[in-house]
C-alpha cells in the first residue's frame, strides 16, 4: 500500500529543488479513520472477495511508457516527480517532450523576474539524458540581453526527431531598443518538423535565408510582424493554417502584401487582430485556391484588391466576418457560391452589413447546408425567406439581431409577406430555431408565428428577448406565442 503524506520541497536557489512547485498529496479515505488492525483485516477481505492480489500498476510500466506519461506535463511537474520514489528520480531526465511555460497567465510561473526562469531552464538542458526531442513547448518574456540564449535553446532541441514547436516569446514591457528577434535557420529547413506555431509581441524575423518545410501539416502565425507568404512557400504539404496580422503588416508599407494560401490546405483561420487602430494596408492578391478546404474561418477588414477562389465541395464549415467597401464587395459573393456545399455557415454582423446593402444579387443555393447561423443588423423577413428556398436541407436556423449596435439602418420598414411557397427545409427539415435579441417588431412575430404554424417537425424554438426588454413585456411575449397553433405537436417552445 502506497502511503502519502504531506510534503513541500524547500525553496533552495542553488539546486534545481527551487524550481519544483510544492505538491499536497492526499487520500480521502474512511479507512484512515479505522485502526490499524481493522484496516488490514478489511484490505484481506477485500482482496479475497475480488479473488485478485493487489498490485502497484504504475511500478509495473516500463521507463519508457511512465516518460511518455510524464510528457503530458509541464516539464516543472514532470521533475516534481523526482522525489516520489528512488525509481523517479532521474525519469524526467528523458523526456523527449519539454513544455517549458512562464508565461504570466501559466499556473505554473516562476515568480524572482524572468532570470530565474532562464536558471530554470539552463538547468533542466544541462541534466537531460536524452539525445533528442521531439516536442518543445516555449512560452516567456525575454529579458535583457538573453536574447542568444533564447536561440541556443531552440538550436539545442532542432533536430532530425523535431516534430512539434510551440515558441511564444515577448519582450518585458520595459525593454526598449531592438525588439527583433531573428528565428534560427535550422527551423524553417527542418525536414522533420509537422507543427509549429509561432507567436509573440516581438518582430521575429523569418524572412532571411530559405524556408523548406517539406513535412509540416500545422502551422499557426501569430506575430507583430511577419512575412505570411515567404513562410507558405516552403509549407508544399500544408493542412492547416492560423494566420492573425498585425497592424505592422506589412512591415514595408510601399508593397501591397500578396497572400497565397498553400493549395493543400483543409483548415483555414485568418484573423486580423481587434488591437489595430487604423486599418492595415491594402492586400493586393488573396489566393485561397485550396480545393481540398474543409474549414474556413475569416475575420478581415483589410482592403482586398484582387482575390481568387475555388470552389470548395468538401467543406464543412465555414465562418465569415467579413468588411469590405461596396467595390470589393463582388467577392464576398464569389466566396458564399464556393461555399454551397458546407454543412455549417455562419455569416457574421459585418459579413451580414454588406450583403443587405450589395446591390441585387443570386443567392446560390446551398444544397447540403445543415446549420445556419446570422448575426443581422436589423430584421428583415424577405431576405430570410429568399435564403431559406436556397436550404434545402437546413436543420438549424440561429438568428441573433443586433440592431441597436449597428450603424446600418432600413431604408424603410420591413413588412411580413406570407411567401408564395413554403421553403423546403421549413417543411421537412428544420428542427431547431433559436432568435437572439428577439425585439418583438411586428416582422418578426410574423416570422416566428409562420415557423410554428408551418414547421411540422420543429422541435425547439428558443426565443431570447432583447435584455432592454422588462419581464413583464418577456412574459406578454411568452403568452402571445404559446396561443399559436403548432403545426408540430413535439415543438418546445422556451421564452427567456
Same mark, same amino acid.
Given at each position: 500500500? *502506497? ?29 484512515? /479513520? ?46 516534481? /516527480? ?33 532570470? !530565474? ?19 518543445? !513547448? ?40 531592438? !525588439? ?38 500545422? %502551422? ?46 483543409? !483548415? ?73 456545399? /458546407? ?40 431576405? *430570410? ?21 449597428? /450603424? ?42 409562420? %415557423? ?5 417537425? *420543429? ?33 418546445? *417552445?422556451?421564452?427567456?
Amino acid at each position: 500500500m *502506497l502511503c502519502m503524506k504531506r510534503f513541500s520541497i524547500p525553496n533552495k536557489s542553488s539546486s534545481i529543488g527551487s524550481f519544483i512547485p510544492s505538491f499536497t498529496f492526499s487520500v480521502v479515505s474512511s479507512k484512515l /479513520t479505522m485502526p490499524k488492525g481493522k484496516q488490514r483485516k478489511v484490505e484481506e477481505e477485500e482482496s479475497t472477495r475480488k479473488g485478485t492480489p493487489k498490485i502497484d500498476l504504475i511500478s509495473s510500466l516500463p521507463d519508457s511508457l511512465l516518460c511518455h506519461i510524464l510528457s503530458f506535463l509541464p516539464t516543472r511537474c514532470a521533475m516534481a /516527480t523526482s522525489v516520489l520514489a528512488r525509481r523517479w528520480r532521474h525519469l524526467w531526465k528523458d523526456l523527449l517532450a519539454l513544455d517549458l511555460d512562464n508565461s504570466k497567465h501559466s499556473p505554473y510561473y516562476l515568480p524572482g523576474g524572468t532570470h !530565474r526562469f532562464i536558471a530554470f531552464v539552463n538547468a533542466v538542458f544541462a541534466q537531460r539524458k536524452a539525445l533528442r526531442v521531439e516536442k518543445l !513547448r516555449l512560452a516567456c518574456d525575454i529579458p535583457r540581453g538573453e536574447k542568444k540564449t533564447i536561440k541556443t535553446w531552440i538550436r539545442t532541441v532542432v533536430g532530425p526527431h523535431l516534430q512539434e514547436m510551440y515558441l511564444d516569446l515577448s519582450f518585458a514591457c520595459n525593454e526598449f531598443g531592438d !525588439r527583433h528577434i531573428k528565428l534560427p535557420e535550422e527551423v524553417l529547413t527542418s525536414a522533420s518538423l509537422e507543427s509549429l506555431v509561432l507567436k509573440g509581441h516581438v518582430f521575429l524575423t523569418v524572412y532571411d535565408g530559405f524556408v523548406d518545410l517539406p513535412s509540416l501539416k500545422n %502551422l499557426e502565425l501569430d506575430l507583430n510582424y511577419v512575412d505570411p507568404d515567404f513562410v507558405l512557400l516552403g509549407c508544399p504539404v500544408l493542412e492547416n493554417l492560423k494566420l492573425t496580422l498585425h497592424e505592422s503588416f506589412p512591415l514595408n508599407a510601399s508593397q501591397p502584401p500578396e497572400i497565397y494560401m498553400p493549395v493543400s490546405l483543409k !483548415r483555414l483561420t485568418l484573423i486580423q487582430d481587434d488591437d489595430i487602430e487604423e486599418d492595415i494596408n491594402d492586400i493586393e492578391d488573396l489566393v485561397i485556391d485550396t480545393p481540398l478546404l474543409e474549414y474556413l474561418s475569416i475575420t478581415l477588414w483589410a482592403r482586398c484588391l484582387q482575390v481568387s477562389i475555388s470552389n470548395y465541395p468538401n467543406m464543412v464549415e465555414a465562418h465569415l466576418d467579413i468588411d469590405q467597401d461596396k467595390e470589393q464587395v463582388g467577392w464576398m459573393l464569389e466566396l458564399l457560391k464556393a461555399l454551397r456545399q /458546407t454543412k455549417l455557415l455562419d455569416l457574421k454582423l459585418s459579413t451580414m452589413e454588406c450583403l443587405l446593402v450589395a446591390p441585387a444579387f443570386e443567392l446560390p443555393e446551398f444544397s447540403r447546408l445543415l446549420n445556419l447561423e446570422l448575426e443581422i443588423p436589423y430584421f428583415n423577413s424577405g431576405f *430570410l425567406i429568399k435564403l431559406l428556398h436556397n436550404c434545402h436541407m437546413l436543420q438549424v436556423l440561429t438568428l441573433h439581431n443586433r440592431e441597436k449596435v449597428s /450603424t446600418v439602418e432600413p431604408e424603410e420598414p420591413n413588412c411580413w409577406t406570407l411567401p408564395m411557397k413554403d421553403p423546403d427545409c421549413v417543411i421537412s427539415h428544420l428542427k431547431i430555431f433559436e432568435f437572439k435579441g428577439y425585439q418583438d417588431s411586428a416582422d418578426e412575430h410574423a416570422f416566428v408565428a409562420y %415557423l410554428l404554424e408551418r414547421g411540422p417537425i *420543429l422541435k425547439t424554438m428558443k426565443i431570447h428577448a432583447h435584455r432592454s426588454l422588462g419581464l413583464k413585456y418577456k412574459h406578454r411575449i411568452r403568452q402571445e406565442l404559446s396561443t399559436i397553433p403548432r403545426s408540430s405537436k413535439t415543438c418546445k *417552445l422556451k421564452v427567456t
